[in-house]
């Protein structure tokens, strides 16, 4: 089978060689992407910056600074104003801006405003906001002496706390327990401070009814209830009133997470240890038993790469640095996240959070979950009896579901095919989204294809979703379609987005052309003055531009000068660029390998850029690897590149397969061509007798076929 027939057929099933656009800089041309959404118009929800969960309430920090609260709302804990329970977000009376993070406690919450002032409001019969009474408060209240000079605060279940610059800790509230640290059993209605922490600590984090600090020099020291194991020091003592040590804990802790009544901690080499109540398996070690000391979370102990912990009544979670979410523990409520409501006694995945995510929250008094994605948007589950999970709704979830007014940074693109496009043979489906998960499209209302993500490169993005991860692409032969008007319709995750986009293609002669060849002259194209010399490519079905002539310019044309095979001991093929290969604008570089692995390119000894493998498709290597899911391959704009002689490397699992290809890019007027159009016809082509009308496509940077006569 040829080259050209095994790209045909892997077309033919969706994913040809499968490739994403990867255009090293900002746009496909250099530039910023115009703002206007063009063909698929989604709008962005306000950005959430934050997300704290507390026992039946949920309250996030917005990319502006503001708070807005949801869930129950009997002590005022929403700060509305109100004791009315709400289904989806309100905003907190006075902090509509200002803030710099928030803490969810048992049924009242706080902010650090980004002056370092404290601010407080809910429930406080036990002094827990710090504003020197014990009397209910609907709308914040600063707390006492907290003016300036913290950066970090914890809420527990009936009390505070705050780290100051300086590294030392001050509570507030129930003390019951010594979970104020002060060495007494005193209710604080106003901050004191923790005995001998004065100094040196680097992280806080407030339980049930009991506290720990880890310290800047290394170790972690807990105070408070220690019934169950909590506090660490290998005993069950009811109470620690000053802190204590936790046993066999020296290393660093980048952060604390205090649940009802087990403690979960983050070491500096990203992993994760917990000790305390294990009842329901939420020290994640595989078993029932309470610990007095820390023991290593199954699957997340040193080396794990996470990055974030958070602690609820009976369970724990955890995000890892691929921003992915995993929970183990309690699972009654469907606090895990995974579909059921199975105790896990090891960590699991979070359905539909495997990736994407930047911080996850849940509460030492609570069963319900909440994660921000990187889009800015927040996803809960859990518990719902109050609406703490924000959708609307009192419906407990089982999986992740989207806060009202957070449903993340929906900003999404699609960029080929245009409204009204033309296109004929071997095209692309590409264009970029703010959301994370899976992107399809469907043509004509038929099956959906998936469209793969990139890894990068969409700096043009970075304004809008905050990332540049946000690209999605798919090589598609549209002469499969048949000549005339269709329709493609964009799916994420399952969802529609926007409506379809209409757009024409046109076959000629029938089929995919084959063996034909034609040169024909653009006049005055792509200025007044200029001949761009236009060229039939087979590959991909339509005409580029070879040449350009006229006053500063000289030939557009890329050539390989190396033959294709680079490698016999192990059966490699780059087809594309190859000897004679003509390109311009967005072009393709793609081939087959037997071997398995990472696939990459380098152009001009810079950084390599990951190829996209193909799922099957390319029964021609059946003969040579034994498989057909060999291929692969990337789209690239040539034109970033600049004038001048280039070279491309492959690379396979990191070793260079080969030698350099060189080849030589001459990009026509000097730029990406914007706001030109040409009509040309090309005379006898595909046959004798025929004229084929070609019409310039700004998008791909090439002439496509737009009729036969």
């Known amino acids: 089978m040829s080259t050209l027939d095994s790209l045909i057929r892997a077309c033919s099933v969706g994913i040809a060689v499968l490739a994403i656009i990867s255009c090293g800089g900002d746009g496909l041309d250099g530039s910023q992407t115009k703002r206007a959404l063009g063909a698929i118009e989604a709008t962005a929800d306000p950005s959430a910056a934050g997300v704290a969960a507390g026992t039946f309430h949920t309250c996030a920090l917005t990319s502006g600074g503001g708070v807005k609260c949801w869930g129950e709302n009997a002590a005022g804990q929403l700060g509305d104003g109100t004791e009315t329970d709400r289904l989806a977000p309100v905003d907190v009376v006075g902090l509509s801006s200002g803030a710099a993070a928030i803490t969810a406690g048992g049924w009242h919450a706080c902010a650090l405003t980004t002056t370092g002032g404290v601010k407080c409001w809910g429930d406080n019969a036990n002094g827990e906001l710090g504003d020197g009474t014990t009397a209910r408060r609907l709308t914040p209240v600063d707390v006492v002496g907290l003016s300036g000079g913290v950066v970090a605060i914890s809420a527990g279940e009936h009390h505070t706390c705050a780290l100051t610059s300086g590294g030392g800790v001050k509570c507030w509230g129930m003390n019951a327990y010594g979970q104020l640290g002060d060495g007494t059993m005193t209710q604080r209605e106003v901050p004191t401070d923790v005995t001998g922490l004065s100094s040196g600590v680097a992280a806080i984090g407030a339980g049930g009814s009991h506290t720990c600090a880890a310290l800047a020099a290394g170790g972690v020291k807990c105070w408070g209830l220690g019934l169950f194991g909590q506090v660490g020091d290998g005993t069950m003592v009811a109470r620690r009133l000053l802190p204590v040590n936790v046993v066999g804990l020296s290393a660093n802790v980048s952060a604390i997470a205090g649940g009802y009544a087990h403690t979960c901690v983050l070491t500096a080499d990203e992993g994760i240890k917990c000790w305390g109540s294990n009842g329901g398996g939420q020290l994640g070690d595989g078993t029932e038993t309470d610990r007095l000391a820390p023991v290593d979370v199954v699957g997340l102990s040193g080396g794990a790469a996470a990055i974030a912990v958070t602690a609820g009544w009976g369970h724990s979670c955890a995000l890892t ?389």
């Not at 927040?378 to 009192?394: A, E, H, S, V, Y």
């Not at 038929?446 to 793969?452: A, E, F, M, T």
């Not at 003055?529 to 339509?542: A, I, M, P, V, Y």
């Not at 016809?681 to 007798?689: L, Y």
């Open 321 to 709: 640095s691929e921003g992915g979410a995993r929970c183990w523990g309690y699972n009654n409520e469907g606090q895990i996240g995974d579909g059921t409501k199975t105790n896990r006694l090891t960590p699991v995945g979070v359905s539909e959070l495997s990736a994407g995510q930047t911080t996850i929250d849940s509460f030492g008094w609570g069963w319900h979950t909440c994660a921000l994605t990187r889009g800015g948007g927040i996803k809960c589950w859990g518990r719902n009896w109050t609406g703490q999970l924000g959708d609307g709704t009192t419906t407990d979830r089982l999986t992740p579901v989207a806060v009202i007014g957070f449903t993340a940074n929906v900003a999404t693109n699609l960029e080929n095919p245009a409204p009204g496009a033309h296109v004929s043979g071997i095209g692309l489906v590409s264009g970029w989204t703010c959301m994370s998960g899976v992107v399809e499209v469907s043509f004509d209302g038929g099956p959906r294809d998936n469209l793969v993500p990139s890894g990068g490169g969409r700096g043009d993005t970075l304004p809008v979703c905050g990332r540049t991860n946000t690209g999605f692409g798919l090589l598609f032969n549209y002469n499969l379609l048949g000549s005339g008007n269709h329709t493609v319709e964009l799916f994420i995750n399952g969802v529609q987005i926007g409506s379809p986009v209409p757009f024409t293609v046109t076959v000629p002669a029938g089929e995919f052309i084959k063996g034909a060849s034609k040169t024909v002259d653009a006049f005055d194209f792509p200025t007044v003055g200029k001949t761009t010399r236009l060229e039939w490519q087979e590959s991909t079905q339509n005409f580029a531009i070879t040449g350009v002539t006229g006053p500063g310019a000289t030939a557009y044309r890329l050539s390989a000068g190396s033959a294709a095979q680079l490698s016999s001991a192990e059966a490699t093929n780059l087809e594309n660029p190859h000897p004679g290969a003509h390109v311009s604008g967005i072009g393709l570089v793609s081939g087959w390998t037997c071997m398995s692995g990472v696939v990459e390119v380098s152009f001009d000894g810079g950084p390599r850029d990951n190829l996209v493998p193909s799922g099957g498709g390319r029964g021609d290597t059946l003969p040579v690897c034994g498989r057909t899911n060999t291929g692969f391959g990337l789209l690239f704009n040539y034109n970033l590149l600049g004038s001048g002689n280039h070279t491309v490397e492959l690379f396979i699992n990191g070793v260079q397969i080969g030698s350099p290809v060189p080849f030589t890019i001459t990009v026509p007027a000097g730029e990406f061509i914007k706001g030109a159009s040409k009509t040309v016809d090309a005379f006898d082509f595909p046959t004798v007798g025929k004229t084929t009308r070609l019409e310039w496509q700004e998008s791909t940077q090439n002439f496509a076929i737009t009729g036969v006569r």
